[in-house]
T-cell receptor
Framework: QKEVEQNSGPLSVPEGAIASLNCTYS??????FFWYRQYSGKSPELIMF????GDKEDGRFTAQLNKASQYVSLLIRDSQPSDSATYLC???????????????FGTGTRLKVLA | DADVTQTPRNRITKTGKRIMLECSQT?????MYWYRQDPGLGLRLIYY???????NKGEISDGYSVSRQAQAKFSLSLESAIPNQTALYFC???????????FGPGTRLTVL
């Protein structure tokens, strides 16, 4: 089982629709969760982070965290063609031996918003 | 603006050559990271450093070495480049493992 899993996509949604991106993770002790957006050939940029169970909203973006089920999702409302990109989920996880934390990225979901 | 910069941005080299990629940051972060990205494989950690005296291997360190010259500078070297090291390389920084990472613009490396 991968430590952080995402569906690679592409996920295609029409302009104006809600895009729903999902991510599951393996370590129940994980404490912080991040969503990055990456345009082709560019560096990842942070969209949102979430630490607590529930929803966190920022403009058109909502992050949802369910620690019991070990998943985190990102909803994009009123999707625009400019939202077309790869979305990376990242989770901080413990190294079992040392107890220190590492930062693990999923492989990303490619989103295509159709005009 | 506090920033993360990488040089060079693009590099084409030949098999067997030694290559150094450089990263500098003005964010004042102690933690710095080197990743490579290949299509379909996501970001893979090569090396990371929690401070100048603390350097650790990531999941794919073979064939690479690093140097943390100062808090603000972290260099990645390929001692003898091979074609399967052709990839997009990113440097990143963070305040801690609980916080987000900030990425440089990337270096596209091609090994012929």
């Amino acid at each position: 089982q991968k430590e952080v899993e995402q569906n690679s996509g592409p996920l295609s949604v029409p302009e104006g629709a809600i895009a729903s991106l999902n991510c599951t993770y393996s370590d129940r002790g994980s404490q912080s969760f991040f969503w990055y957006r990456q345009y082709s050939g560019k560096s990842p940029e942070l969209i949102m982070f979430i630490y607590s169970n529930g929803d966190k909203e920022d403009g058109r973006f909502t992050a949802q965290l369910n620690k019991a089920s070990q998943y985190v999702s990102l909803l994009i409302r009123d999707s625009q063609p400019s939202d077309s990109a790869t979305y990376l989920c990242a989770v901080n996880m413990r190294y079992p031996a040392s107890g220190t934390y590492k930062y693990i990225f999923g492989t990303g979901t490619r989103l295509k918003v159709l005009a | 603006d506090a920033d993360v910069t990488q040089t060079p941005r693009n590099r084409i080299t030949k098999t067997g050559k030694r290559i150094m990629l450089e990263c500098s940051q003005t964010k004042g972060h102690d933690r710095m990271y080197w990743y490579r990205q290949d299509p379909g494989l996501g970001l893979r950690l090569i090396y990371y450093s929690f401070d100048v005296k603390d350097i650790n291997k990531g999941e794919i360190s073979d064939g690479y070495s690093v140097s943390r010259q100062a808090q603000a500078k972290f260099s990645l070297s390929l001692e003898s480049a091979i074609p399967n090291q052709t990839a997009l390389y990113f440097c990143a920084t963070s305040m801690s493992s609980y916080n987000e990472q900030f990425f440089g613009p990337g270096t596209r490396l091609t090994v012929l």
